[in-house]
C-alpha cells in the first residue's frame, strides 16, 4: 500500500491518486521491482484537494483519518508506504523526526485489531521520498534522493518477497552487485550506483 499526502488539481478532477507527473514517476518506480496497480493499493491521507494545493491542515488530516485506517483494514497489507512528509506526520505520530532522517526505515505500526502479520494489525511501514519531491530534484547522484528511493524501494521488495516467499536472492539487472535481490530494471532517470 502506497499513501501519499492529498490529490493534485489532476487527480482531483480523476478521482484517482498518483494520475499525474508523479503518478507516473511512482508507476515506473513501482514497475522497477516488478510491483503494479494490481499488485498494490494506493490512496492519500486527504481525499479532497485543499484550496490553493497548500499542504494539508491537521484539522483536514484529522478528519479523513479514519477513512485511511478503513482502508488500511480492508486491503489488509503487510507493508505501507509513506509518501513524504504529510503522510509520515498522519501515519508516525510519535516520530518527530523529519522524512530525510527517516525515510527507507522500517517501522512496526498497529492498526486495528485484526490482519497485518501478526493477525492483531501490526504492519511494516517506510517513509520514502513523495515521487512529486523527486521531480524538483532531478539529481542523480549517488546518496541523492533518487539513489535513496532506488535503494528503499529495492529493500521494500525484498521485504516482500521475504514475507510473501516470491522471489529469491538472484541478482538482477540494475541491482550493482550488491546483495539481497529484488532489484529489478533500475527506472528511468534513475542514478547507477557509480554515478
Same mark, same amino acid.
Not at 482531483?12 to 503494479?36: N, S
Not at 491521507?45 to 483519518?65: D, I, S, Y
Not at 528503499?152 to 522471489?167: C, S
Given at each position: 500500500?502506497?499513501?501519499?499526502?492529498?490529490?493534485? $488539481?489532476?487527480?482531483?478532477?480523476?478521482?484517482?491518486?498518483?494520475?499525474?507527473?508523479?503518478?507516473?514517476?511512482?508507476?515506473?518506480? =513501482?514497475?522497477?521491482?516488478?510491483?503494479? $496497480?494490481?499488485?498494490?493499493?494506493?490512496? /492519500?491521507?486527504?481525499?479532497?484537494?485543499?484550496?490553493?494545493? &497548500?499542504?494539508?491542515?491537521?484539522?483536514?488530516?484529522?478528519?479523513?483519518?479514519?477513512?485511511?485506517?478503513? /482502508?488500511?483494514?480492508?486491503?489488509?497489507?503487510?507493508?505501507?508506504?509513506?509518501?513524504?512528509?504529510?503522510?509520515?506526520?498522519?501515519?508516525?505520530?510519535?516520530?518527530?523526526?523529519?522524512?530525510?532522517?527517516?525515510?527507507?526505515?522500517?517501522?512496526?505500526?498497529?492498526?486495528?485489531? $485484526?490482519?497485518?502479520? #501478526?493477525?492483531?494489525?501490526?504492519? =511494516?511501514?517506510?517513509?520514502?521520498?513523495?515521487?512529486?519531491?523527486?521531480?524538483? /530534484?532531478?539529481?542523480?547522484?549517488?546518496?541523492?534522493?533518487?539513489?535513496?528511493?532506488?535503494?528503499?524501494?529495492? $529493500?521494500?521488495?525484498? &521485504?516482500? /518477497?521475504?514475507?510473501?516467499?516470491?522471489?529469491?536472492?538472484?541478482?538482477?539487472?540494475? #541491482?550493482?552487485?550488491?546483495?539481497?535481490?529484488?532489484?529489478?530494471?533500475?527506472?528511468?532517470?534513475?542514478?547507477?550506483? #557509480?554515478?
Amino acid at each position: 500500500m502506497v499513501v501519499g499526502e492529498a490529490p493534485g $488539481e489532476t487527480e482531483d478532477i480523476e478521482g484517482k491518486p498518483f494520475v499525474g507527473r508523479a503518478g507516473k514517476l511512482l508507476d515506473d518506480i =513501482l514497475a522497477a521491482v516488478g510491483l503494479d $496497480e494490481s499488485s498494490v493499493y494506493i490512496t /492519500n491521507v486527504v481525499l479532497r484537494r485543499p484550496p490553493k494545493n &497548500r499542504t494539508p491542515l491537521a484539522q483536514e488530516v484529522a478528519w479523513f483519518l479514519p477513512y485511511l485506517m478503513e /482502508n488500511i483494514r480492508l486491503v489488509d497489507p503487510h507493508i505501507i508506504l509513506l509518501a513524504g512528509a504529510c503522510a509520515c506526520k498522519a501515519v508516525l505520530t510519535d516520530e518527530k523526526q523529519g522524512i530525510t532522517k527517516i525515510r527507507g526505515q522500517w517501522f512496526e505500526r498497529q492498526f486495528g485489531g $485484526e490482519g497485518g502479520l #501478526d493477525g492483531e494489525g501490526l504492519r =511494516l511501514v517506510m517513509p520514502v521520498f513523495h515521487p512529486s519531491y523527486l521531480l524538483r /530534484n532531478p539529481s542523480r547522484k549517488v546518496d541523492g534522493p533518487k539513489w535513496l528511493t532506488w535503494q528503499d524501494i529495492k $529493500e521494500v521488495r525484498r &521485504r516482500y /518477497n521475504e514475507l510473501t516467499g516470491e522471489g529469491g536472492d538472484e541478482k538482477e539487472e540494475g #541491482d550493482e552487485g550488491e546483495e539481497g535481490g529484488g532489484g529489478g530494471k533500475m527506472p528511468a532517470g534513475a542514478p547507477k550506483a #557509480d554515478a
